[in-house]
């Protein structure tokens, strides 16, 4: 460039800050980046900025997806054909998926109501759309068009349809920054299948997060499925993350599921853990209830005739309230009657009634 | 009367026109960070803001002064989203730096102000890789960071003619009057 043409000034700024002063400044506001004590002002200023763009985002997006979109389907046309193939051989495939996965459910779903499981939290999610993104060296964020005022909080896991991508972290009235599961700062819980192997996911912004804290004696291969494990209460459990891949170094990465460079809606999870209570006494066996069992009835007369052999077994109890004895008898009927055999399934109903807390989350959820 | 307002009129040119150092790598560093991707994220934004602390800490080291610097570095800090003070220092390094050989900066033109800049984006990208690696007391991928440098590199032409044309326009006549 023709800097050399330029003029340049030898005089300096009598009234500047010394340039000594400035780099202990900076190094002060490092740490006290590093200690969290100062990112609370930072991240309000953000989100201010945010929210007064976000109206100017949302304009820019549709032309811009559009171009990347279009960009994107150039490289496609050459192999429309057998992208065609693909996907029917794979849409038959996820139909026969599909059937199994609603006989699996149901199955679940009648072993957790014979069990008297207790129930997966209910999670509300708010839809969002995807108004910006970021790729910087040290941070990958989206940018959400849902804040504060319709119920996004920071610390919530954001998903799309294939899994988990981050949760928020800087919430706005109407904008919230996504923390991705790639960045260098995101480090969650997670679970690996089948063996239950509990492991740390932690982002270096690369594609594929690598798993740590792994235990010596967990056996991990190529293929393991790997979900959020909801340890500490901060993620719900179960969330699809990806599968493991050997990283070629002795460690182990995960091949996310979700690519968020392409996500456009995303569902925020609402996930607060319920306390979990007691079930109403009415709702408990009569032992559980702290009521003595009933003694066996007299086989001879209170028994009526059209009751099934096995029902007499049941306790009777001598329950000073009708509520209870009636669901005692519900609580008590399910070990009483035969089980489907896997073969009979897609969904045997449930026999006594799923237990139901106050915030309406029941068994069958 | 006139002689008056005019004067006070000039004075506030004057003053505004000082500050457009420091205006213009705020402004870079608010373009460089709006959240949109032409490449689907593929590529990281270059850092603009720091053709702003380049050009004028050679040109004009009275207007682009450390405070000007670390207010830029502040900016990018903000608006970027990531851990705070990490560009403010990456930056306020960058430009102790070019100051202390200032000398052998300036005198670069063509492809050599390229490179002379491209040394500044280095001495930012690598300060800001360490106090990352640091602060995690972990090695981060070095890709990322390797891209940022390239792309800050591929546009400081554009954006230096463009500040060159503010230069020429509005600072180099507050020079001339003073």
């Known amino acids: 460039m023709a800097n050399g043409a330029w003029k340049i000034a030898r005089g300096r700024g009598n009234a500047q800050l010394p340039l000594v002063v400035v780099v202990a400044l900076a190094l002060i506001l490092v740490l006290l980046g590093m200690s969290k004590a100062q990112s609370g002002m930072f991240d309000q200023v953000r989100a201010h900025v945010t929210d007064f763009l976000a109206p100017t985002l949302e304009w820019a997006r549709g032309p811009i997806h559009g171009f990347n979109r279009w960009m994107g389907s150039i490289g496609e046309i050459f192999s429309v054909y057998e992208q065609n193939l693909k996907l029917k051989e794979e849409n038959a495939r996820l139909r026969q998926w599909r059937n199994a996965e609603i006989v699996l459910e149901g199955r679940v779903r009648h072993y957790q109501a014979l069990l008297k499981a207790v129930p997966d939290s209910k999670l509300n999610a708010v839809l969002a759309r995807v108004i910006g993104r970021s790729s910087k060296p040290f941070l990958q964020t989206l940018i959400l068009n849902a804040g504060t005022r319709h119920n996004a909080q920071p610390g919530q896991a954001v998903i799309d349809a294939s899994g988990m991508i981050g949760r928020i972290y800087i919430s706005g009235q109407r904008t919230s920054w996504v923390i991705l599961l790639t960045d260098l700062n995101s480090r969650i819980p997670v679970t690996i299948a089948p063996g239950n192997v509990q492991a740390i996911l932690t982002g270096d912004n690369t594609r594929m997060p690598m798993l740590e804290q792994l235990a010596r004696t967990a056996t991990v291969k190529a293929g393991d499925q790997v979900v959020s494990s909801g340890d500490g209460g901060l993620l719900p459990q179960g969330l699809p993350v990806g599968t493991v891949v050997s990283d070629g170094k002795g460690g182990w990465r995960v091949a996310l599921l979700a690519d968020a460079s392409q996500s456009q809606d995303v569902e925020i999870l609402n996930f607060a853990e319920p306390p979990e209570q007691l079930p109403p006494d009415a709702q408990l066996p009569v032992e559980a209830a702290g009521f003595k069992p009933m003694p066996p009835p007299p086989a001879s007369s209170a028994q009526p005739p059209q009751t099934q052999p096995g029902a007499a077994t049941s306790s009777r109890p001598s329950a000073p309230n009708p509520a209870t004895a009636a669901n005692a008898q519900a609580a008590a009927t399910p070990a009483l009657k035969p089980v489907a055999p896997p073969a009979q399934a897609p969904v045997p109903a449930p026999t006594s009634p799923a237990p139901e807390s106050d915030d309406g989350i029941s068994a069958d959820q | ?178």
């Open chain 2, 1 to 178: 009367m006139a002689l008056a307002d005019r004067t006070g009129v000039s004075t506030a040119l004057r003053v505004f026109v000082r500050q457009l150092p420091l205006l213009s790598g705020i402004f870079c560093a608010f373009l460089a960070n709006i959240p949109i991707s032409i490449a689907g994220g593929a590529l990281p934004p270059p850092l603009l803001a720091l053709v702003p602390v380049y050009f004028w800490c050679l040109v004009r080291p009275d207007l682009m002064t450390p405070a000007a610097a670390f207010g830029i570095g502040l900016a990018e800090d903000v608006l970027c989203g990531g851990s705070p003070g990490v560009w403010t220092l990456s930056f306020a390094l960058t430009y102790a730096v070019v100051a202390r050989s200032r000398d052998s900066f300036a005198g670069l033109s063509g492809l050599g102000a390229v490179l002379g800049f491209s040394v500044a984006a280095l001495v930012a990208c690598v300060s800001a890789y360490t106090i990352m690696a640091l602060s995690h007391w972990n090695l981060p991928s070095p890709g990322p960071s390797v891209s940022e440098l390239a792309m800050t590199v591929l546009f400081y032409i554009p954006t230096a003619m463009a500040i060159g044309a503010l230069h020429h326009r509005l600072i180099g006549p507050l020079r001339s009057d003073a």
